[in-house]
């Protein structure tokens, strides 16, 4: 049997519907080819919840709602939703209203209960509501509240106490207080400031003082077996002091003394060679003098010993020529030597007045070599200049002395 087009175009538009019906519902949620269990739940109020919004057990979808409406009296709202027929509820499950997320998109929520009978079709759950967000931050806030206005209250109290304590004669006593607590602050800092100034400034000599004690600490704790020995030594001395004629020794001693006395008295006068060679300079210039000459002899010797010494095949004698005339001018030149104090030496010129030199006056100043040189003192006596460079150097360590001879 032949069918007809208009057979075959009517079986294709009524298949094409079909497919679009059963398309529609698929993406609305409801699967035509599966069985499902339809079940319902009452509420107050839904909060947002839509239909075809899922169904949820443990997070898991398993259904859908099919519709919202209300009750007979509009006291309630009845929500019917489906499931798919493989899972068994208790009869005592719990149908909740929750958030899904948290732009407030609502779901149901299954609980399942503890009973062992099952769910049937068409059964009604019992429906409850998640707190919303702001119920939730209600909650949450609530004990805050409370606390907050505790503490208001004690707050409110404590500023009374404070209020009824803090009166006029009260604040005016306080201000006095605090005004010589801050004079006795300042008068504290000032003694500290004093305070840290000497120990800033004798600083040196305390650590000076703490190495010294500790020293002598050190050495005596080193040497402690040593002064028992002195001890001993010296209580056997004294033993024995006591078994020998104590005033011939101390007759003898006198006579040591007076003679040692009369010695040193005799120095002192210039009396004999040493009191010549520690009194009179003339001599120590002498004796710097030949040094100086028999110096420079021994250099000419070297340099020219034809000019001292002559050999001959046939003579054996010597003959020595002596340079008189080098050796006065050495003499001479000896005795216009002066001695002088260097105290400072400096790329660049000083001012003279600068305090640098401490007050010092009559300060010369003579470049040479590149450097200004800055001297102190003049005289030809040695032993005082040695004299005057010990007081120099407590204001200028590295002062030496510099002799200054006369040009050829």
Not at 75 to 104: C, H, W, Y
Not at 127 to 144: A, N
Not at 327 to 342: P, S
Request: aromatic residues 8%; contains cysteine.
């Amino acid at each position: 049997m032949k069918i007809s087009k208009d057979s075959i175009i009517g079986l294709v538009v009524i298949g094409a519907i079909a497919i679009l019906i059963w398309g529609i519902n698929f993406l609305k949620g409801f699967n035509m080819l599966s069985s499902e269990q339809n079940f319902c739940a009452k509420y107050e109020r839904v909060d947002g919840l839509k239909k075809s919004s899922p169904v949820t057990l443990r997070g898991y979808k398993i259904g859908q709602i099919k519709s919202i409406q209300f009750s007979s009296k509009a006291d309630n709202l009845i929500v019917e939703f489906s499931i798919s027929d493989e899972f068994q509820l208790p009869k005592d499950t719990e149908a909740r209203i929750v958030s899904s997320d948290i732009m407030g998109t609502k779901e149901i929520q299954l609980l399942p209960g503890q009973s062992k009978l099952n769910l049937s079709t068409g059964d009604t759950l019992l429906g409850s509501m998640e707190g919303d967000l702001k119920e939730q931050v209600s909650m949450q806030m609530l004990p805050l509240k409370r606390k907050a206005e505790n503490l208001m209250s004690s707050v409110d109290s404590v500023l009374s106490v404070i209020q009824y304590i803090f009166n006029k004669d009260t604040r005016e006593n306080l201000t006095r207080s605090f005004s010589s607590i801050e004079q006795t602050f300042k008068k504290l800092e000032n003694t500290s400031g004093t305070l840290d100034t000497i120990v800033t400034g004798q600083k040196t000599h305390m650590e000076n003082i703490i190495s010294n004690v500790d020293s002598i600490t050190t050495n005596l704790k080193e040497n402690n077996k040593n002064i028992s020995n002195i001890l001993t030594n010296f209580s056997s001395i004294s033993d024995s002091l006591k078994a020998v004629e104590i005033a011939e020794t101390i007759n003898n001693a006198k006579l040591t003394l007076k003679q040692s006395n009369d010695i040193l008295e005799k120095i002192n006068s210039g009396q004999g060679s040493m009191g010549m060679l520690i009194n009179n300079d003339t001599l120590y210039m002498n004796l710097e003098a030949a040094s100086n000459s028999l110096t420079n002899l021994l250099i000419d010797l070297k340099n020219n010993p034809k000019k001292y010494m002559h050999f001959s095949l046939f003579d054996t004698g010597k003959t020595v020529y002596m340079n008189s005339n080098k050796t006065k001018k050495k003499l001479d030149k000896e005795k216009q030597t002066h001695y002088r104090v260097q105290i400072l030496s400096s790329k660049s010129q000083v001012d003279l007045n600068d305090p640098i030199f401490k007050g010092y006056k009559k300060i010369e100043e003579v470049y040479y070599n590149g450097l200004y040189k800055y001297t102190l003192e003049n005289t030809q006596n040695y032993k005082e200049i040695i004299r005057k460079l010990k007081r120099i150097k407590a204001d200028f360590p590295d002062a030496f002395i510099i002799k200054i001879t006369p040009e050829d």
